[in-house]
């Protein structure tokens, strides 16, 4: 019932753009903050962007800072992450889920981003 559905990960060089959509259904997307969140090969999960319920409250760990942009569009319970001016530490599955204090919600498959040469 709950479902969370990442997409538009890929290949990028170092430079490159890409755009992260999650979809969401199986709770009231609208009355909770949402993060990105990823993993990197041999690293634990880390939150990467979060952003409050009615699009504010943006806030980005400082390696993503001035690089990637959260934005969310309620009516479609759709979540982004533009993502540019990549880099090869941005390499990881990238994940969303509702934001940090909140019981998140199972897990989606996640999206690759990889950025190398």
């Known amino acids: 019932q709950v479902q969370l559905v990442e997409s538009g990960g890929g290949l990028v060089q170092p430079g490159g753009s890409l755009r992260l959509t999650c979809t969401a259904s199986?709770?009231?997307?609208?009355?909770?903050?949402m993060a990105w969140y990823r993993q990197a090969p041999g690293k634990e999960r880390e939150v990467v962007a979060t952003i409050n319920s009615i699009g504010g409250g943006i806030d980005y760990i400082d390696s993503v800072k001035g690089r990637f942009s959260i934005s969310r569009d309620n009516a479609r319970e759709t979540l982004y992450l533009q993502m540019d001016y990549l880099n090869p530490e941005d390499t990881a599955v990238y994940y969303c889920n509702k934001g940090p204090g909140w019981r998140p919600a199972y897990w989606g498959q996640g999206t690759q981003v990889t950025v190398s040469s």
């Open positions: 199986g709770f009231t997307f609208s009355m909770y903050a």
